[in-house]
């Protein structure tokens, strides 16, 4: 039996800091914490649209869009952030009460967050949709009558640049919701001029040619809309197979 050689390891490259005050400075630098608190904050800090049934909201979807997000940079829970937020507000003499842990919690599901679009000008788009598995059934239900078999799930509806990646709009419906019947909402959250748009077999439906605001060049016979547009995917990635029936395009 031959011997096996091990090959040595290289030595470990050893840097010897030179500009140790300059480093020492970097280090300290690193827990040093900035706040810039904008002049107009106490206009928005509080609540000021139309009433609604019930309870009326105290703080702004901005004051607690704030909060969640200094929540998130510095990891802490919705009782840290409102003891945090509380001590900058105090520090800065700044004269505004803070949301508390609860109105974080209730406000931050239902919160709205509109992401800003890198690109302003027309747009390729591809769409497509995958599952999403539900997990944690509860104990009581656990203990009770045991893990189901059969574990429901969800369907994640994105559509997306293929230039960039940018993920121009996004839906999570019910697993009984079909790929065609999401484009319409999916395309409402597009400001951008659709310049081509490509995806699947599923969605090669009458409902995604008739059902969308936008003009896009459709193929006289849905059924052909593969063999028609499928030079669009081959022009765009001349190194890939030609498409299948399955996929198709379609340009403006």
Not at 58 to 85: C, P, W
Not at 212 to 239: I, K, N, Y
Request: hydrophobic fraction near 30%; charge should be positive; include cysteine.
């Amino acid at each position: 039996m031959p011997k096996h050689t091990t090959t040595p390891s290289r030595p470990k490259t050893l840097y010897r800091v030179k500009n140790w005050s300059e480093y020492d400075k970097a280090l300290v630098q690193r827990g040093s914490i900035r706040f810039w608190i904008c002049a107009g904050l106490e206009k928005t800090w509080m609540h000021t649209g139309e009433k609604q049934r019930g309870s009326q909201f105290d703080y702004s979807d901005q004051a607690i869009r704030v909060m969640l997000t200094v929540k998130e940079v510095f990891h802490l829970t919705n009782r840290g952030v409102e003891g945090f937020v509380r001590s900058i507000f105090r520090m800065m003499r700044i004269n505004l009460p803070v949301p508390d842990h609860s109105t974080l919690s209730k406000r931050g599901k239902d919160l709205k967050v509109n992401l800003p679009k890198k690109n302003n000008r027309k747009l390729n788009i591809v769409m497509d949709s995958t599952g999403l598995k539900i997990y944690g059934e509860g104990e009581w239900k656990v203990r009770q009558h045991g893990v189901s078999k059969r574990r429901t799930w969800r369907k994640l509806h994105i559509g997306a640049n293929p230039e960039d990646g940018e993920i121009q709009a996004v839906i999570l419906t019910e697993n009984s919701v079909s790929d065609d019947a999401a484009v319409a909402v999916l395309l409402k959250q597009i400001e951008q001029e659709i310049d081509e748009f490509a995806a699947d077999g599923a969605y090669n439906k009458r409902k995604v040619y008739d059902g969308r605001e936008r003009t896009l060049t459709e193929c006289e016979d849905p059924d052909s809309t593969a063999q028609e547009c499928a030079h669009l995917e081959t022009r765009q990635h001349p190194s890939r197979a030609s498409p299948t029936r399955r996929e198709f395009a379609l340009h403006s």
